[in-house]
């Protein structure tokens, strides 16, 4: 699974958002050392438990999958810093040992309102 086109994200986040779902955006919005994706890399968290994309898979994407069930909890966007050493990077069978920062950002039918309101 590869990181999402744009057009692809505005589709699907319009889709859930007509059902009345939330749904956490995740965005690498920075990387230091070896990291399994590179700035920009987006990830679709669906309150219903599925996603679309990626931001590195493995251990990262579950930390994240966590931080984004919070933040659809809480409806706040938050900056995460996520570690990879390599020493946890050996222990998952990763290659990695870098350090990502993602923004998990909520996006809901409000959220569209304000969008459509800017153009």
């Given at each position: 699974m590869g990181t999402i086109a744009q057009a692809d994200l505005y589709r699907l986040i319009n889709e859930a958002n007509e059902r009345g779902?939330?749904?956490?955006?995740?965005?690498?919005?920075?990387?230091?050392?070896?990291?399994?994706?590179?700035?920009?890399?987006?990830?679709?968290?669906?309150?219903?438990?599925?996603?679309?994309?990626?931001?590195?898979?493995?251990?990262?994407?579950?930390?994240?999958?966590?931080?984004?069930?919070?933040?659809?909890?809480?409806?706040?966007?938050?900056?995460h810093q996520f570690k990879l050493t390599a020493d946890e990077a050996s222990e998952e069978g990763m290659v990695c040992g870098g350090t990502m920062e993602i923004f998990i950002d909520v996006w809901d039918e409000d959220r569209k309102e304000v969008m459509s309101d800017e153009r």
């Amino acid at each position: 699974m590869g990181t999402i086109a744009q057009a692809d994200l505005y589709r699907l986040i319009n889709e859930a958002n007509e059902r009345g779902e939330r749904v956490a955006v995740a965005t690498v919005a920075h990387t230091r050392g070896s990291t399994p994706q590179r700035r920009g890399a987006k990830m679709l968290f669906f309150e219903n438990g599925e996603t679309a994309g990626t931001v590195g898979g493995g251990c990262i994407e579950a930390e994240v999958w966590a931080e984004a069930r919070e933040a659809l909890r809480k409806g706040t966007p938050a900056l995460h810093q996520f570690k990879l050493t390599a020493d946890e990077a050996s222990e998952e069978g990763m290659v990695c040992g870098g350090t990502m920062e993602i923004f998990i950002d909520v996006w809901d039918e409000d959220r569209k309102e304000v969008m459509s309101d800017e153009r």
